[in-house]
């Protein structure tokens, strides 16, 4: 019934980290260095009453936990893709983590991302780069997050 904007990705590449920091809530989700920590779709609403709902996924890839356990949320997570890949939902393309790497190394997978991301007509072609932890471009991904949100 409200707009829902997922966070998608690998396990442990700072989804739940992004999500505390675009909320400017530190503990909302719960953030952890071991891989596969999240492992539900935990969803929180935003605004009172509520405007929209940040969906925080289960990473994809390697994790820490029982095989069946990361079976059943990665089926979960295909499924939740799949969906909106079907309904046509544009998605946007974040760069965690840019703090962790060379400014060199980052432009240079900054330039990969955007030229796949042009083959992919829902993408949106503005790429962020982020850093939850030093608050790097941050306030510019949550005004697109509340924008694409809130535009019918």
Known sequence: TV???ALAGRSNVGKSSLLNALTM????ARASVTPGRTQELNIFEVG???QFRLVDMPGYGFAKAPK???EKWQGLVRTYLKMLDEAAVGYRIVLT???KIKASALQAMHEKVAAEA???PAA???IHL???EKGQGIAALRAAVVADALTP
Do not use: C, F, L, Q
């Open 3 to 5: 707009p829902e904007v």
């Open 25 to 28: 809530r530190r503990g909302i």
């Open 48 to 50: 009172a009453p509520t």
């Open 68 to 70: 069946s356990v990361v």
């Open 97 to 99: 983590k840019s703090d």
């Open 118 to 120: 042009k083959k992919h």
């Open 124 to 126: 949106y072609p503005e």
């Open 130 to 132: 982020t850093s939850a």
